[in-house]
């Protein structure tokens, strides 16, 4: 199988020119849809990086794809840089199962593909590339890092297409509105910062999103009570309840109705969780989402 990338090769490093190695480079791909066929043959695992390939076109400005190896499922890497104007940067990577061979450290360790003395953020990554990772910011950087395992869920879309969304007639579940949606997911999310109001609302107007609103009373507007969306990295975020209307299955049916969307539209539903949070593990699980695979985040210069 041939793809088709452009000639943009990323140019050797000081620390390549130093250590003498000549070998291939990660290259940018200016075709993203054309690793599809690739990333479905690793599913489950790589559901996120799926998600990510098909809604591109719609993140241009976020999102850049690059790959190293044959074109051949058995020996391609991918990897994805996200920038999030609250965070900096984001790296996914999909690979194939097996060994690593030297020639992929060097690749990610030769080219201006990353800076690793800059802030980032590895994100779900399956266990033998965490340990690459680790190994190339402890080893060959020094970095400090911190390192939050996670488990990766996923559902099928056949599933998700088929889950029961019901509500009391009190309650009614859509697609967030950007206006009231924004405030509510970014104000109630920990990590906040004044960028994170711009990153939230581009999620929502751009990727499926979900909110169980209670209807207004005598002429009052709907009031917003449980919302999550959906970013451009492809991982279902961002889920609050607020606290006077929790225990009544609000997030439920909202994490729900986000599936059914992301389905309808040809995504595959996924989320990361800590593993430490026993809830929203068990929370997850309840839903019918399957566990699926480690996937580990390690963060440079940036807490999460």
């Given at each position: 199988m041939s793809l088709t990338l452009n000639n943009n090769v990323l140019q050797p490093s000081n620390h390549e020119k130093m250590n003498g190695y000549h070998g291939n480079f990660f290259t940018k791909v200016t075709n993203p849809s054309s690793l599809i066929s690739i990333v479905e043959k690793r599913l489950p695992v790589s559901c996120y990086i799926l998600n990510q390939l098909k809604s591109y076109e719609k993140f241009t400005d976020e999102l850049e794809i690059f790959m190293y190896g044959s074109g051949a499922e058995r020996d391609t890497w991918i990897l994805s840089k996200f920038y999030r104007e609250d965070w900096d940067l984001m790296i996914f990577i999909s690979?194939?199962?097996?060994?690593?061979?030297?020639?992929?450290?060097?690749?990610?360790?030769?080219?201006?593909?990353?800076?690793?003395?800059?802030?980032?953020?590895?994100?779900?990554?399956?266990?033998?590339?965490?340990?690459?990772?680790?190994?190339?910011?402890?080893?060959?950087?020094?970095?400090?890092?911190?390192?939050?395992?996670?488990?990766?869920?996923?559902?099928?879309?056949?599933?998700?297409?088929?889950?029961?969304?019901?509500?009391?007639?009190?309650?009614?579940?859509?697609?967030?509105?950007?206006?009231?949606?924004?405030?509510?997911?970014?104000?109630?999310?920990?990590?906040?910062?004044?960028?994170?109001?711009?990153?939230?609302?581009?999620s929502i107007e751009r990727l499926p999103s979900g909110g169980v609103y209670m209807k207004g009373i005598n002429d009052k507007e709907d009031e917003l009570v449980c919302g999550a969306i959906t970013p451009g990295f492809g991982l279902v975020s961002m889920l609050h309840t607020d606290p006077e209307h929790r225990r009544q299955g609000y997030a439920s049916t909202c994490m729900k109705y986000i599936f059914q969307?992301?389905?309808?539209?040809?995504?595959?539903?996924?989320?990361?969780?800590?593993?430490?949070?026993?809830?929203?593990?068990?929370?997850?699980?309840?839903?019918?989402?399957?566990?699926?695979?480690?996937?580990?985040?390690?963060?440079?210069?940036?807490?999460?």
């Open positions: 690979a194939p199962e097996g060994v690593i061979s030297e020639d992929v450290r060097q690749a990610l360790l030769s080219s201006d593909l990353i800076n690793w003395d800059n802030p980032f953020i590895f994100a779900a990554l399956q266990t033998h590339v965490t340990d690459l990772i680790l190994s190339i910011n402890i080893n060959e950087f020094g970095n400090i890092i911190k390192i939050y395992p996670c488990y990766l869920f996923h559902m099928e879309k056949k599933d998700a297409l088929q889950l029961d969304i019901t509500t009391p007639t009190k309650v009614t579940v859509k697609s967030l509105e950007p206006v009231t949606g924004t405030p509510f997911i970014t104000e109630n999310w920990k990590y906040h910062n004044t960028k994170t109001y711009s990153f939230v609302r581009k969307q992301l389905a309808l539209e040809g995504f595959v539903p996924c989320l990361a969780s800590e593993i430490c949070n026993t809830t929203a593990v068990n929370f997850h699980r309840s839903m019918g989402l399957q566990n699926v695979a480690r996937a580990n985040f390690i963060g440079h210069k940036i807490d999460i």
